[in-house]
């Protein structure tokens, strides 16, 4: 079956904009994830729904971040007035959720990188 | 805090040889550690989790509380091994802490 989808693949963006990344999870995935992986280092945790509400916000880096997920379904990263520093791979992650599963057990998506010039 | 330490970033052995990717973890709580691979090319998927006791493809990982370790080892590397690894704890409700990764390169 279809795995998760993240578009764009490739975002280019100049200091200053706002930029909008997409996920769509696995269909009947109740959990969704962000990630943000730096060149060179592994995924750094962002934010987790539990269908539309956003249970931990805490790895968001700064109040230009926000994530929403109003369906439960399909999540929007946005990230405003965009730094170099934010230049990084952003990846999207689904399960079944809690209590379902194997534990643990996260579906990533092909990320989007995004270059911030 | 939850920390997941990988000590090495490149790891190369040749095939049949016996490989051990290391991971170091430091948690309060009781720990829930994974190996992620991510091949060539592919997105970055589960390989094995402790509480399973499982060995897939040929690789095993024990939990040693003791030394607060989650080694990752296969007794014959494949070239097919070939990949990135990850190290993950899972900590506070659902979300992997990972370590920075493993490239291992198994020459023929």
């Known amino acids: 079956g279809a795995g998760v989808s993240q578009s764009p693949r490739y975002k280019v963006a100049k200091r200053g904009q706002d930029v909008a990344l997409r996920c769509d999870p696995i269909?009947?995935?109740?959990?969704l994830f962000w990630y943000q992986q730096a060149l060179g280092q592994g995924p750094e945790f962002l934010t987790y729904?539990?269908?539309?509400?956003?249970?931990?916000k805490s790895g968001l880096p700064s109040d230009r971040f926000f994530a929403e997920r109003p369906e439960g379904s399909v999540s929007t990263l946005k990230i405003q007035r965009t730094q170099q520093e934010d230049s990084a791979v952003y990846l999207c992650?689904?399960?079944?959720?809690?209590?379902?599963?194997?534990?643990?057990?996260?579906?990533f998506g092909p990320g989007t990188r995004l270059t911030v010039l | 805090a939850q920390r997941v330490t990988q000590p090495e970033k490149l790891l190369s052995v040749f095939k049949g040889a016996p490989v051990e990717l290391k991971c170091n973890y430091s948690?309060?709580?009781?720990?829930?550690l994974f190996w992620y691979v991510q091949y060539s090319r592919q997105r970055l998927q589960l390989l094995l989790r402790?509480?399973s006791r499982e060995s897939i493809k040929g690789f095993t990982a024990d939990l040693n509380k003791g030394e607060t370790s989650f080694h990752l080892k296969k007794p014959f590397a494949q070239e097919e091994d070939s990949a990135m690894y990850y190290c993950?704890?899972?900590?506070?409700?659902?979300?992997?802490?990972f370590g920075e990764g493993t490239q291992l390169t198994v020459n023929p």
């Open positions: 948690y309060s709580g009781s720990p829930e």
């Open positions: 992650a689904s399960s079944l959720g809690p209590g379902q599963g194997k534990v643990g057990e996260q579906f």
């Open positions: 993950a704890l899972l900590t506070s409700g659902s979300r992997l802490t």
């Open positions: 729904f539990q269908n539309e509400a956003q249970l931990d």
């Open positions: 269909s009947g995935h109740v959990s």
């Open positions: 402790h509480i």
